[in-house]
């Protein structure tokens, strides 16, 4: 992902709102407004903590936030810092804390339940498979998308807020989280990953009941319910839920982590498979073309659509995020090659290109061996979207750094830095932009970039 680090006051991208999306220990969430674009983005402005251990924590938060590309994960755009707080740029959702509509609810039905539960547990699996804990699951920190029914397709469910967030793949020992979603493990000071998978349980049964499985009048008394585990369904409240949902809860809620339901475990499971919904694509017949087109188009554009795939919204692509999620058949927010295959003889289209081991490598920008949402959503993009002018212009002032309306050699090899694609030299910048500097000044101007985003690639 590209997330930018900028130097500049971010006044002087961003019109600051007035109004408070939300407010925590560490600061408030506002609204904010691209200057030149027009796009409303959330800003989450951090006070700079004066602890060491605290800097080092809003470090960790930050570097595990710009590693992060999934559907149901917020999106960090872009980081500024002043002498007093530093800014998160992120995508903006207007739908509202999961826990304020389960308020208004009161609870859920089970098949909003199983939508809200696909999601979760797609982001938690995603996490868990790059090692990170979130420790701090709670329907306070899932926001919706828009405030539209939990059934339209443009209502996604965002995990937010990692500042509890550790990577590890062994034991922990710090006590966080909240009391009535903490594991009992937790409380003791020896656990792992799968502490995560407590709290959903506890999600998924405030989810249909519309209240807690451990309650309490004060967190002590919460806490003591949540170390001894037990926990019931009231006649009354589930007699209309199904078996199948109670057995998941079990399974999330089991004491002993090693019998703990996993994130992939429970997409697996015979509820979420009946009850959440299947992403159902018409594959377009020129998929494997535009993947082909894409693994070999210059870097520089690679980049460019890296980030404008990155700045589209829900809306914008929805059809291709439905395709992705038909691809990712075990739903880890990853496609392997083999998945790709088998979404190509589901779709019933002709057999697999002898070249798509060769295309995947091109497109697998960051060399894990798979590809990113991202990474897909910029192999896939129609040219009508990514060539808009506003959508280009947004893209090129990522890489016009220092704001004078040119892209330098220096500008190009910071922002590939920071996306991670490549450690470019200034001599291999200089090659790159070669074909579309072409007054030869050595920068690049937005008529060239346009020039560059419409022609051919060498």
């Known amino acids: 992902m590209f997330v930018i680090t900028n130097e500049g006051r971010i006044t002087s991208k961003y019109a600051m709102s007035s109004s408070v999306l939300g407010e925590g220990s560490q600061g408030s969430v506002t609204k904010a407004k691209n200057l030149k674009s027009g796009q409303w983005l959330a800003v989450k402005s951090i006070r700079k903590p004066k602890s060491k251990e605290k ?6 938060e930050i570097a595990i936030m710009k590693m992060l590309d999934h559907p149901n994960i917020i999106k960090l755009h872009e980081i500024f810092e002043d002498n007093r707080c530093i800014y998160l740029v992120m995508e903006l959702c207007t739908g509202g804390e999961l826990f304020e509509r389960i308020l208004a609810m009161g609870n859920f039905t089970e098949l909003q339940a199983a939508i809200l ?3 979760i547990m797609r982001s938690v699996f995603y996490l868990h498979n790059l090692q990170i804990c979130h420790r701090d699951l709670k329907p306070e920190n899932f926001i919706l998308s828009t405030k539209g029914p939990i059934e339209q397709k443009e209502t996604l469910l965002k995990l937010i807020d990692f500042g509890f967030s550790r990577r590890s793949n062994g034991v922990l020992t710090t006590r966080a989280g909240t009391p009535y979603y903490v ?6 000071g ?4 799968e502490c995560d998978m407590w709290s959903v349980g506890v999600i998924m049964y405030v989810m249909l009941c519309g209240y ?4 309490g009048e004060t967190d002590d008394e919460v806490l003591r319910k949540v170390k001894l585990g037990t926990f019931s369904f009231v006649r009354n409240d589930w007699k209309h839920v199904s078996p199948d949902a109670r057995d998941l809860i079990r399974m999330l809620l089991k004491m002993n982590p090693t019998e703990r339901c996993t994130a992939e475990q429970a997409l697996n499971h015979t509820w979420l498979k009946d009850r959440a919904p299947k992403a159902t694509v018409d594959m377009c017949p020129d998929f494997v073309d535009k993947l082909r087109k894409f693994s070999s188009t210059n870097k520089l554009k690679k980049a460019v659509l890296h980030i404008i795939a990155g700045h589209l919204n829900d809306k914008q692509i929805q059809s291709l995020r439905d395709t992705f999620h038909h691809l990712d058949e075990n739903g880890d927010g990853l496609l392997s090659l083999q998945e790709i295959v088998t979404g190509l003889q589901k779709a019933e289209m002709p057999s697999s290109p002898a070249d798509l081991h060769d295309i995947m490598e091109q497109i697998d920008s960051d060399g894990s061996g798979l590809v990113d949402y ?3 959503l910029a192999a896939t993009l129609n040219q009508r979207t990514y060539m808009q002018e506003d959508i280009c212009w947004n893209a090129f ?6 704001g004078d309306g040119k892209i330098s050699r220096e500008e190009i090899a910071k922002v590939l830095h920071e996306g991670d694609l490549e450690k470019s030299t200034l001599q291999g910048v200089g090659l790159m932009m070669k074909d579309f500097d072409t007054n030869g000044d050595g920068v690049i101007d937005f008529e060239e ?3 560059m985003m419409r022609g051919g690639d060498s």
Do not use: C, K, W
């Open 374 to 376: 991202t990474e897909f």
């Open 397 to 402: 002032r990522v890489f016009d750094i220092n």
């Open 55 to 60: 800097q080092a924590r809003l470090q960790q």
């Open 449 to 451: 970039f346009m020039h």
């Open 117 to 119: 539960m696909q999601q």
């Open 190 to 193: 020896h656990y792992d990953i």
């Open 183 to 188: 594991s009992p493990q937790v409380l003791t």
């Open 212 to 215: 807690p499985p451990f309650g």
